[in-house]
């Protein structure tokens, strides 16, 4: 099946319509719709199990904040609902730079963002970054087995049994890796030219389709139903 | 051509990898080999080719080093980067892209070539370099041998006049150096200036042109191929250098009468996410047996030193230790595993409080004892970081020791070790035997083999293709599994 690719600028361009929806939402049902409409670019992103989990989460989340509002009176009424209405205000930029993340390509989004005229020195290290966050996943397998094989549990249960000498044992190794990753990536990219002043090119072609255009409309739409909502209501 | 002349460099705080005064041609076309023991500068002066020293690593320089009479301090990365290409030793952190052709194409893409350009040369690239099944994959599915070569791929795409290749066959197997080496060849017969620093020489001695030796930062040989060749194997050894010629080679120790097995597995399957991986093994094993497990990427090796240590659960079968059957648990207990990247498993912030890290009542006087017999004791306030490839096996080895482990495995433990570290590394092994560890050792490396094992397990096909003691009458076959004359 053919999954829709966006290109890079219309994802960031989507994230900023997602800050300003979630800013301005009027309501908890518009809040969930946002998340809904998110749910589903990512469904049409070939990301199913992503959208299932994300939307039933927040599903879950919603209900648990109508029974806080209902039920709960004092202190923890208070506290819960300014923990959860920042949850709610975050919740749904982060789900879609979820999605953004995993589907752009290091390469494409530099592309994208040398014909925005983005200056190379934000954009190289942003695209080391990108391109680092996988890499944990595989350092993560290793340092787990190092653990366990000096008697250290890579669990909850271990962690809440000897904290200190958990967290030492992941971000120690973790950090080495990390800064060793950094600097081979960067060496890779230099020596490749990356810094090289012409516009870059993509092999995966980068121009806005009629899909860009529709989804930037859904979304603006969304934004302005909100605002409209606001208005009169 | 590259000219140095009059070349010092030295990095901040180490005199690891300096160099001094050198001065050196290298002609169009001409295919060198650096070599010389670890920190000897033979990577530096490859840094000094592609521009990442002074811009990468900064340091103090003197002298200057010109391509085709340039200077090339005066030149920006990019524009180095089109003439010189440079592929490096761990194919894990070279690549940039998911997938494999937007890798491919990344240096070019960063030249700016346009779109129809750059889809004809992907395809080129890969019709010369025969990696067409390559295309379209996604890398972190791939082999560390073919990583290698994607990485060299895409610098071959940008088309460089000159290729560095510092250690490229570090962590490949036999089989993935054979197509390195063939990709040497054709790079080589286009008229391409290649220098490769290394420590395994064998694959290069009739690919090469010119043999540079570095000592202490000095070039203090400039053999051909047929002058390097005639060096005998002692004078060889106090080069510190590696072997020329695999053939050469003959097992140290023989197989020893069977020792009684404390070790048994009887009829174990193996699977990784519900597909079985490895069926029908086995086997038995005596104290202090040191075992080679050999098999191409993805026989399975992973697996079954992950379940040996008891860190891989989906097994069925039995494991006997002594007689008992062990659960995972158990069998953690009493193993340890040296991972191929020891520095997953370095956690202290001292070598003397890594030796001890984790247990609750440490055996100091063992602690320091064992330090001092590994030659690690002076190094004892020294950060673990600090420690050269080597050491940091060595101290991994070590707290192994003072953990009192029975059952060792090593994966893969001579990428990127000099000779002097694989004969030390070699000499703690035989003391590891002796002691009555039982030893697994994960490897490629047929010199190695021949200085440490007296069993061959090789895997293959799902299963246990051939478990060879290392005898006189076996020597053919196992030289056949190492594709070795």
Not at chain 2, 97 to 118: K, M, R, Y
């Amino acid at each position: 099946m053919n999954t829709l690719q966006l290109d890079p600028r219309t994802k960031l361009f989507l994230i900023l319509l997602c800050v300003l929806c979630a800013m301005f939402s009027p309501s908890l049902l518009f809040q969930f719709v946002l998340v809904a409409l998110i749910g589903l670019l990512a469904v049409v992103s070939g990301k199913w199990k992503y959208a299932l989990r994300g939307v039933a989460a927040y599903a879950l989340i919603c209900l648990f904040t109508t029974w806080c509002m209902g039920v709960m009176t004092g202190t923890w009424r208070t506290m819960f609902v300014a923990f959860l209405g920042l949850l709610h205000k975050v919740y749904a930029c982060g789900m879609l730079a979820g999605i953004v993340i995993s589907t752009t390509k290091v390469g494409e989004f530099l592309s994208a963002m040398a014909r925005l005229h983005f200056p190379k020195k934000l954009t190289i290290p942003i695209a080391v970054m990108l391109r680092y966050l996988p890499t944990i996943r595989e350092d993560w397998h290793f340092i787990k087995d190092a653990m366990r094989l000096r008697d250290v549990s890579p669990s909850l249960l271990g962690f809440l049994k000897a904290p200190a000498m958990t967290v030492n044992c992941i971000y120690v190794p973790l950090l080495t890796a990390a800064s060793k990753a950094a600097d081979e990536l960067s060496i890779a990219s230099v020596t490749r030219g990356i810094e090289n002043p012409k516009p870059r090119t993509c092999l995966v072609e980068i121009r806005m389709r009629k899909t860009d255009w529709l989804a930037i409309v859904f979304f603006t739409a969304f934004l302005a139903l909100e605002l409209i909502w606001k208005v009169v209501g | 051509m590259i000219e140095f002349r009059n070349v010092s460099f030295s990095y901040p705080n180490s005199k690891d990898g300096c160099l001094k005064n050198i001065n050196l041609t290298i002609p169009d076309g001409q295919c060198v080999l650096l070599c010389g023991r670890s920190g000897c500068g033979k990577t530096t002066l490859t840094r000094l080719i592609n521009g990442l020293i002074p811009q990468f690593f900064t340091g103090e320089v003197t002298g200057e080093v010109l391509l085709n009479g340039e200077n090339i301090f005066q030149l920006p990365m990019y524009r180095i980067a089109e003439k010189v290409g440079s592929v490096f030793q761990n194919p894990r952190t070279q690549f940039f892209n998911v997938d494999t052709d937007s890798e491919i194409a990344f240096g070019i893409e960063n030249q700016a070539l346009p779109h129809d350009e750059l889809k004809a040369r992907v395809k080129q690239t890969a019709e010369e370099l025969h990696i067409q099944k390559l295309l379209g994959r996604n890398i972190f599915a791939l082999s560390g041998g073919e990583k290698q070569k994607i990485a060299f791929a895409s610098v071959y795409t940008m088309k460089p006049e000159i290729m560095l290749l510092d250690e490229p066959s570090s962590n490949l197997d036999m089989s993935a150096i054979v197509e390195l080496q063939k990709h040497l060849k054709l790079i080589k017969s286009q008229g391409k200036t290649v220098i490769v620093a290394e420590h395994r020489l064998y694959y290069l001695m009739n690919v090469v042109d010119r043999i540079l030796y570095l000592e202490n930062g000095s070039i203090t040989g400039d053999y051909s191929p047929k002058q390097f060749r005639a060096l005998n194997s002692a004078k060889r050894c106090t080069m510190g250098l590696r072997t020329v010629d695999l053939c050469k080679e003959r097992p140290l120790y023989f197989a020893a009468p069977h020792a009684t097995p404390v070790l048994e597995l009887r009829n174990v399957a193996l699977s990784y996410e519900k597909k079985t991986v490895l069926h029908n093994i086995s086997l038995q094993a005596g104290h202090g047996e040191v075992i080679a497990v050999v098999g191409h990427n993805g026989a399975g090796k992973t697996t079954f030193s992950r379940t040996l240590c008891g860190l891989h659960k989906e097994c069925f079968g039995e494991y006997l230790w002594n007689g008992k059957t062990q659960k995972p648990k158990a069998r953690m207990k009493r193993s340890y595993m040296v991972m191929q990247d020891v520095n997953y498993q370095l956690f202290a912030e001292s070598v003397g409080a890594e030796c001890t890290f984790g247990i609750k009542q440490p055996n100091i006087p063992l602690a320091e004892k064992t330090l001092s017999e590994l030659g690690l004791a002076p190094y004892r306030n020294h950060h673990p970081n600090t420690l050269s490839g080597g050491q940091k096996q060595r101290l991994a080895a070590a707290t192994s020791m003072v953990c009192g482990k029975e059952l060792l495995l090593f994966d893969e433990p001579t990428s990127g070790l000099d000779y002097d570290s694989m004969v030390r590394l070699a000499a703690l092994i035989q003391k590891l035997s002796g002691m009555g560890k039982v030893i697994f050792i994960v490897t490629h490396d047929y010199e190695f083999v021949c200085r440490t094992c007296t069993r061959i397990l090789h895997f293959g096909g799902g299963q246990i293709q051939n478990d060879l003691s290392v005898t006189e009458e076996n020597l053919p076959k196992i030289k056949s599994i190492f594709n070795v004359g």
